[in-house]
């Protein structure tokens, strides 16, 4: 199994700029989420799915989209991108919303926005 | 709402020492509580988890147990290897179907 695969790793933007962060799960999971990690900030939800067609937002929302089309994949999308959107991005999936299960991380995508 | 504590460090140990990286949380309810690991240039990694109080998870030689009286869940090791070099970070589910973290702490363990 593949578990979660995110792309890409690294990316740079201009200020403006739009693009998608990819995420795809290959177990079956309903429970599908982003987290930004910054320094000293630790991990912070940015929105959450609880299964397809279904999303909702976390604790820091503003500035990114999010659509669950399939259980699968659950894309993060930066429409104009900012210098305070530089972060390390995860996403995140579960069999339920966490209870007794952990999560499985992806490996991340480092993004710079200059 | 739901919160975690835990120590920010940096912690810096020798090889074999033993470690304890503090952490206490704040919930309504009876929450799972979590340790993750994430090693450098990583994503996150389940350490070891307990569902109920009294409960002690422990998975590599690292044990943590559930107390509600104090609402802690401290990390432990007996004999730290360099190789646990990473950041630790707590976590707790209280049903709302957010995993809430704790700000980590960075281990370094000399040789």
């Known amino acids: 199994n593949a578990g979660v695969t995110q792309t890409p790793k690294f990316q740079v933007l201009k200020t403006g700029q739009s693009m998608t962060l990819q995420c795809a799960q290959d177990m079956n999971h309903e429970y599908m989420s982003w987290y930004r990690q910054d320094p000293g900030m630790g991990l912070r939800l940015i929105h959450y799915?609880?299964?397809?067609?279904?999303?909702d937002q976390g604790e820091v929302p503003n500035g990114y989209n999010v659509s669950r089309s399939t259980t699968e994949d659950f894309p993060l999308r930066l429409l104009s991108a900012a210098p305070s959107q530089t972060s390390v991005y995860f996403c995140?999936?579960?069999?339920?919303?966490?209870?007794?299960?952990?999560?499985?991380f992806g490996s991340g995508t480092r993004l710079t926005v200059v | 709402g739901n919160s975690v504590t835990q120590m920010e460090g940096p912690v810096t140990l020798s090889e074999e020492a033993f470690l304890t990286i503090n952490c206490t949380y704040t919930?309504?309810?009876?929450?799972?509580l979590f340790w993750y690991v994430q090693y450098p240039g990583e994503g996150l990694q389940l350490l070891l988890k307990?569902?109920?109080?009294?409960d002690k998870g422990s998975n590599k030689g690292f044990e943590a147990t559930y107390r509600k009286e104090t609402t802690s869940f401290h990390l432990e090791k007996g004999s730290v290897q360099v190789s646990d070099s990473a950041v630790y970070f707590c976590a707790l589910w209280g049903g709302s179907e957010k995993l809430v973290f704790g700000k980590g702490t960075k281990l370094t363990v000399n040789p």
């Open positions: 799915s609880v299964g397809a067609g279904i999303t």
């Open positions: 995140a999936s579960s069999y339920s919303g966490g209870s007794n299960y952990g999560y499985t």
């Open positions: 919930a309504t309810g009876y929450p799972s």
């Open positions: 307990a569902t109920k109080a009294d």
